[in-house]
Structures are given as C-alpha cells and as structure tokens.
C-alpha cells in the first residue's frame, strides 16, 4: 500500500541505482486539491554517464530474440494489471478521474500487453528483422540483396508530457524494447510521481537486463550534449519545448532521430448530410461532449475545433451547451464528478490566457473560464474549470483558432459552407494527429476524408454502423499509427511492428545468396540446398536452412482434370470446354485447375508418416506462372525457408519455398507452404 500522508522524494534511477537530485526539492502538488504529494529534483546527476550505462545494457537486448523480448513484456504486463489499484489510487493526484485513469494506466499496459502478443504472431523469433522482398540483382542468381533492420546502438531518450504519465511511457518503450534497444524515460515533473511508481514496480519484477530502462526524476540536465547518431530522442509536449529541443547542436549534428508530437488542433466534422434527425448528429455531438471532457480536455488527441454546416449552428451550439452545463466539475475521487481537475494551476491560467487568445477571432457562446463552478473540491486551491465553447463565425479569418491549443475542455465552433470549404478550415490547422466525420454518405466519407488525409496522421469515420463497436476519436490504438504532419511534430509512433522501425536502422545488404542467408537468417534462391533425408522427417532441432526435397514427375491427364472438376464441383470452362477455352486470351485449350496443381504438388512433396510435422497452417504468396495443359508432367522442388522456433512453445514455425516446374523446366506455380514443426521428435 502506499503511504499518501508523507509527500514523496521522488528519484532517478540511473546507472543501476535509485538516485536522489543534489540541488533544491521542488514541490508537486495535487491537481484538484493543492496539497503536496511529491517533490522532484534531478540536478547534479551524470547524465553522460546513464547514456554510457544505457548503451552498454543494448548488449543485453539485443542477445534476446524478438520473442524473447515479447515475452518479457508480456511479464512485465501482467505485473502491472495486477499492481493498477496502487497506480489507480495515485492518478487521482494528477486531476484525473478514475475514468481519465482508465485512458492511462489500462491504456498503457493494454498497449505493453498489445505488443507483446502481436510482436509473436507477426515477427520471426529473431535478432534481425527483414523488410520486402529478396531483390535479384543477376540472371544466374549470384548476387541479390534485401533489407534488413538492426536495433540502434544507442540509447532512446523519451522526454514525455504530464498528461499521460504511464500510457505515454508504455506506448513508446513497447516498440523501443521490442526493437531491441535501452531506454531512459523523462516524464514531465507536474505528474512524474506516477510514473516513478510504475517504473519502480517495473524494475522490481527483476525482467529487464539492467540498463534496459533509466528514469530521470526533474530535469534532463546537458544529456542533449551528449547525443549520438545511434540515439533517439522522442519528444511529447509543446511545439516551443519540442522545436527548441530539435534544433540542439548534437542532434542536428548528429543527425539523431528525434519524433516530436506537439500541439495538435484536432477537428470534429458534422457532414452536411447528418442534419439533427440523424443518429449521427447524436452520435457527433456525444463525442465532442467526451473529447472536451475526458482528462479535463488535456489529451493530445482531444477534438479543439467543431466544424459543422452553417445551417447546423444553432441545433449545434444549443446541444453542446445544454450538455456542458450538465458536467458536474469537481474532485476527481468523488462518485458524482464528471470531470476532474487540470494538472495545475499553472495549466489552468495557460488554458485561461488561450481561451482569451482565442477570443480575438472567437465569442465564448457557453462557459465562463473565470466563475468555476464546482460540485465538490475548492475552486480556487483545485485547478477546475468547467468547459468553455466558443463560436468562430468567419472561421477562414479566425487566425487564433488555427494556431492556439487551449490544453483543457475548451473547443470552437466553426460553420462551414460547402464539404470544401471544411476540409479548408481542417487544413488551417497546419497538420494534426486526428480528425474525425460523422456521416451516413459514401460521396462525403469519400470527398472529406481525402481532403484530410494529407494533413492528419488518423481519420475516424463514425456513422450509426459502428456507434456500439467504434473506438473513438480520440484512442490512438497500438495497431495504428499516432502522430500528424507539420504542427503536430512531423512524428510517428506505434502503427503495429512499424513501430520498432524508428529504433531500428534498415540496411539493404547486398551479396550472394548463400552468404545472404546466413545474415538474415532466411534461405533465398541461389543460397546452398541440401538434399538427403526428407525434410518432413526432421524435428526444429535437426532442420538446417536449405534442406529440400525434388520430387518425381507426375503426368496431368484430362481424366484428372475432369475428375477434379466433378469431385469439387469446379467446372469453370476453361477446364471443361475445350473451344471456350482456346477463345481465352490466355490459353491454347483445356487448362488444370491452379487448385489442382497445388493439391498434386502436395502429394507429391509430402512424406505421409507421423512425424514432427504437425499441421499446415496455409500458403502464402501463392502465383500461378504457366498454364499446365493434359500431358504435362509436374515436379516440385520444397525448400526450407525459414525456421521460427517459439520461445513459448514445443514447437515453431517453418516456411518452406515451393516451386512446382514442368518437364521443360519452365516454373508453374511458385509459394511458401507454412508449417507447424516440433522441436523434437522421437519417432
Ligand atoms: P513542455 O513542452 O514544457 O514539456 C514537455 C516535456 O519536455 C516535459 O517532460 C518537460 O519536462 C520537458 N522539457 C521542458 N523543457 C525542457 C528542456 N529544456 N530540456 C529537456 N526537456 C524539457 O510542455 P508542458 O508539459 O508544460 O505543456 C505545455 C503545453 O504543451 C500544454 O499546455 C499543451 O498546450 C502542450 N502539450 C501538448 C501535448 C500534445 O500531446 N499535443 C501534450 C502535453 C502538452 P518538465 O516537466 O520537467 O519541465
């Protein structure tokens, strides 16, 4: 249990030990209350140092294999679901409710547990990942290449927001420790006490190598200084903070990769057809209502302006401003409150001088940011604010409401004219992680969300279809990509195994395909074959990259492709009728089924006897190259392709290359026949 009446001394634990600041404590205090919960300070620390500790601890990472680390995620994960009360318990300090906390602490191990069980289904259990195709670069096959992805030997440096003080650590160390490389967290002081927490509870399951993860406590110091070419540092907060950072003489000088994700001034549009008698002018308003609200209007992804058709504005305004009247603001522990605090007082009178800002081009319609109105808590020692909508009447001329993020439950009305002209005002804002159209028309999904593609990293289409099933505007999801062009920071992160690729470098080796194979641990035509034993016979334990089988001949008769058509039904008349057939561009007469000849080729590659083969689990890349007419003889030449033992499991994957040739050689059917394969076998 934790002990809330003593503040607590936060620290950074950096060069495998907890690390107390050796300057003045800084106090933290509670969003919605303003009591002290934690004092932060980070100074006279070796930064260098960590970095050092970090890029040493790589080594460790990168022994493990993609599902080895997977697995320690997964631990890692479930660790943490089973502590999330403590962390529950804390978030309450932040401002936020337990449904804010939710976003964040479910979130964040959601996406660590995410991870770890996609990075098993959709990657090798390796140490090297490989991008596309092996590309041919000689008729006889001697030299080819492919693209290969090897973790950076540096350190990741994350330099997070105080909005979301676990999910923003989580959703960037899975794809980070997944790649293969160390970390060092710096969360932002206002909410860094939650995130010691679970950093703390992370190191105590004793899974990560040492090293893998650091935290700094406070400020980052002069680690900028000592930034490498094999560093990556990932920024989320304001665009002055974020540019400034940017722009640091080693990073620019050493070209190190740094994905900002800064203001974002998110649109909701209404789409001309979803006039108030449609469920998806409900469905719109219930979503601007939860975008402004949840975290108190402090989420990255929160909807900042409503562009809706100018015939809409009142039905609009009158519907939101009901609502917004209705959200009970107050402690964020208290069962009635709607919506908690912001994360300080500081934050509150920022959220205040952008609202004013915002009033250059923009009138307050509903909300008052100066008289808060609370249903528990004190006004004044709490950082509340009740939400706040403005309408833009001219939205093209209204230049504040393009450029100022007010970070809290505050968002403006826009009216549009024409589907153009909505896209136009969406655009004004420069880039942004997402936006979201509420419309029933294929013609408006079609024409909007084109329109705002280029300029968002995300666009959610909500309609009555998927009101129950719908993610929402605002949850950037571990399978999707999350960041925005031009304001929003030019970043990307997750987007699935995309994610580990800004950890990672992408190399293009070149070479003979033998010595290719032994790089990327995958056989590629050219590279050495092996005959001898069939391959179906050999457990994970015996099987080498490279060992095949060439098979007998089998002749194609009409009476088998006659049999095959009346047996499945199959009678397209390319097999059936032979004048149909010859008028086909394509063919000389009656052709067999593609079908078929993949259900021949298996008959004559597989070895039919118990053994450690254990099921076929599909063909990938199926092509069909030549047709094959009555008389033709087929043969198939089996490869293993690639091995993939679980590090979970008694068995693995293997991926064999098929090629099934004709008597004149020439190559009538090419795939990857996969595998289930034991890892041993005593038959
Ligand atoms: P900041 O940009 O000030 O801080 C973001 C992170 O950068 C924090 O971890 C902060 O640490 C760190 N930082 C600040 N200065 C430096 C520096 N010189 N060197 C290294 N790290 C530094 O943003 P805030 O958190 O104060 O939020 C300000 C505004 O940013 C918000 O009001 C909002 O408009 C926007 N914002 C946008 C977000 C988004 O995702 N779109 C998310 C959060 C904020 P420390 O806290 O210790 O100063």
Not at 66 to 74: D, G, Y
Not at 319 to 337: C, F, H, I, S, Y
């Amino acid at each position: 249990m934790l002990d809330a009446s003593q503040p607590m001394r936060l620290q950074s634990y950096l060069c495998g030990a907890w690390r107390d600041g050796r300057g003045a404590y800084k106090p933290l205090l509670d969003a919605a209350t303003g009591a002290v919960v934690a004092e932060i300070d980070a100074s006279g620390l070796d930064m260098a140092e960590a970095l050092a500790h970090g890029r040493r601890a790589g080594a460790a990472l990168r022994a493990m294999t993609v599902h080895e680390r997977a697995l320690m995620l997964k631990a890692i994960g479930l660790a943490l679901l089973e502590q999330k009360d403590d962390f529950h318990a804390l978030s309450l300090a932040t401002g936020a409710t337990p449904k804010d906390g939710w976003i964040d602490i479910d979130g964040g191990i959601g996406t660590l547990l995410n991870y770890a069980s996609k990075a098993r289904r959709e990657l090798p259990n390796s140490r090297v990942l490989t991008d596309g195709v092996t590309e041919a670069l000689s008729p006889d096959n001697s030299f080819s290449a492919r693209h290969i992805l090897t973790p950076l030997r540096g350190v990741a440096v994350h330099i997070n927001a105080f909005n979301f003080p676990v999910w923003g650590m989580l959703e960037k160390l899975a794809p980070n420790l997944l790649a293969g490389m160390p970390a060092i967290v710096k969360p932002a002081s206002q909410t860094a006490y939650l995130t010691e927490l679970v950093v703390r509870r992370i190191l105590a399951t004793g899974l990560l190598p040492e090293g893998a993860l650091q935290l700094v406590c406070g400020s980052v110091g002069d680690m900028l200084d000592h930034m490498t070419g094999q560093d990556v540092v990932t920024f989320t907060g304001s665009a002055a903070t974020g540019q400034m950072l940017k722009a640091h003489p080693e990073i620019i000088g050493n070209s190190t990769r740094f994905t900002m994700e800064a203001d974002s001034l998110n649109a909701c549009i209404l789409g001309p057809d979803a006039t108030p008698d449609t469920p998806e002018f409900d469905l719109f308003i219930r979503e601007v209502m939860r975008e402004i609200t949840a975290k108190a209007g402090q989420k990255c992804t929160a909807i900042r302006r409503v562009i809706i058709p100018r015939a809409q504005t009142g039905a609009v305004r009158d519907a939101l401003a009901a609502r917004m009247a209705e959200v009970a603001v107050g402690l964020p522990g208290d069962k009635a409150t709607r919506m908690g605090a912001l994360a300080s007082l500081a934050q509150r009178d920022d959220v205040r001088a952008a609202i004013a800002r915002l009033q250059a081009g923009a009138e307050i319609v509903a909300g008052n940011p100066d008289a808060v109105r609370v249903a528990s808590g004190d006004a004044e020692r709490g950082a509340f604010l009740n939400p706040v909508l403005l309408y833009a009447d001219q939205p093209l001329a209204a230049h504040a409401v393009h450029e100022v993020e007010a970070f809290g439950p505050v968002g403006t009305l826009l009216p549009y004219d024409s589907p153009d002209q909505a896209i136009e005002i969406a655009a004004l804002g420069k880039g942004s992680l997402v936006s979201s159209l509420f419309t029933n028309a294929p013609e408006v999904a079609e024409e909007i969300v084109l329109g705002l593609a280029p300029f968002h990293g995300r666009v959610m289409i909500g309609n009555r279809d998927s009101a129950k099933s719908s993610t929402g505007h605002g949850s950037p999801l571990p399978m999707l990509v999350h960041g925005g062009p031009g304001r929003a920071g030019g970043g990307e992160e997750l987007g699935g195994m995309r994610g580990l690729h800004h950890y990672m470098q992408r190399s293009a080796v070149q070479g003979t395909p033998r010595l290719l194979a032994a790089v990327t641990g995958e056989w590629t035509k050219g590279a050495n074959s092996h005959d001898g034993t069939h391959p179906f016979r050999k457990s994970l334990a015996e099987l080498r990259l490279g060992d095949r089988i060439v098979t007998e001949q089998r002749e194609i008769t009409l009476a088998d492709i006659e049999h095959f058509a009346s047996f499945t039904g199959d009678t397209f008349y390319a097999h059936m009728d032979e004048d149909a057939a010859r008028a086909n561009p394509f063919f000389e007469g009656r052709v067999a089924h593609g079908y078929l000849i993949v259900s021949f080729a298996a008959g004559l590659f597989v070895q039919p006897d118990p053994g450690p083969v254990l099921a076929n689990y599909g063909i990938d890349n199926l092509r069909f190259l030549t047709p094959v007419y009555p008389g033709n003889a087929l043969g198939v030449t089996l490869t293993c392709k690639a091995i993939n033992p679980r590090a979970d499991a008694d068995y693995g994957e293997v991926r064999w290359d098929c090629e099934v040739t004709k008597q004149d050689g020439s190559l009538v059917a090419q795939y990857d026949v996969l595998t289930m394969v034991a890892k041993e076998w005593k038959g």
